[in-house]
């Protein structure tokens, strides 16, 4: 089975900062995709930035950028330049080839002014 | 930009009744699911669904629990006789593909159940 595990369950930040969330996963397939979702208060599911196993380059979206290493199963999310705006909690996600999306803890960042 | 949709956003039930809540995926979307949140926990699936049938279900997902897919566009999860462990937030999402075909899942704003 596959699990997924976010080590960090807050993170703090200024604003035009720089922040880094870890995520780690286990899995015995070869062909899969990570995703982030951000959750802000309003309880929403907000996708991110998405990253398919089969890609050695990371997917970046704006500030948003990823560090897949795929031999260590690690996806990192590291948001540039942090607003207030991001603040939320931000949740990591595997894909597997069924469809279903196994979510991590989520790790809550606070923006600082 | 198209749209899942969840009606209610919340739902305040006693607990043994039955409730459905009810979903409209984007339009030519294929492939529909349901998770929840227990509040401060992590979003878990319960189940996939496409073709008119359950793909994959999770062992949350027991007998009191049911999914229908009953007109072109609505897709529903009932839950028969609800406890108050059911008390969570219920969120749909669909794709237009599956897994290593992969296109991303669009969730919905959820609906808030409360058991009392």
């Known amino acids: 089975a596959q699990t997924v595990t976010q080590s960090q369950p807050e993170m703090s930040v200024q604003e035009a900062e720089t922040v880094t969330l870890s995520c780690t996963y286990d899995?015995?397939?070869?062909?899969?995709?990570l995703f982030w979702y951000k959750q802000p208060p309003s309880r929403q599911m907000i996708l991110v930035i998405r990253?398919?196993?089969?890609?050695?380059q990371n997917a970046t979206e704006n500030r948003f950028s990823v560090n897949f290493q795929k031999a260590a199963k690690s996806f990192s999310l590291k948001i540039s330049d942090s607003q207030l705006g991001d603040a939320a909690m931000y949740f990591c996600?595997?894909?597997?080839?069924?469809?279903?999306?196994?979510f991590g803890a989520g790790t809550q960042v606070v923006v600082t002014p | 930009e198209p749209e899942v949709t969840q009606t209610p956003s919340h739902q305040v039930t006693q607990m043994g009744q039955e409730v459905i809540l009810r979903c409209v995926p984007i339009?030519?979307?294929?492939?529909f699911y349901w998770y929840r949140q227990i509040l401060g926990q992590k979003v878990e699936f319960l189940v996939s669904?496409?073709?008119?049938?359950?793909?994959?279900k999770s062992e949350i997902f027991d007998d009191q629990f049911s999914v229908e897919r009953p007109d072109g566009s609505n897709f529903t999860l009932k839950i028969r006789s609800t406890k108050l462990e059911d008390s969570a937030m219920y969120f749909c999402?669909?794709?237009?593909?599956?897994?290593?075909?992969?296109?991303?899942?669009?969730f919905g704003d959820g609906t808030r159940l409360s058991i009392l």
């Open positions: 999402a669909s794709s237009k593909g599956q897994g290593a075909i992969n296109q991303p899942q669009h």
């Open positions: 899995t015995s397939e070869s062909d899969y995709y």
């Open positions: 990253q398919e196993a089969y890609k050695q």
């Open positions: 996600a595997y894909q597997d080839s069924w469809g279903k999306l196994q």
């Open positions: 339009s030519n979307h294929l492939y």
């Open positions: 669904f496409y073709n008119n049938e359950i793909s994959e």
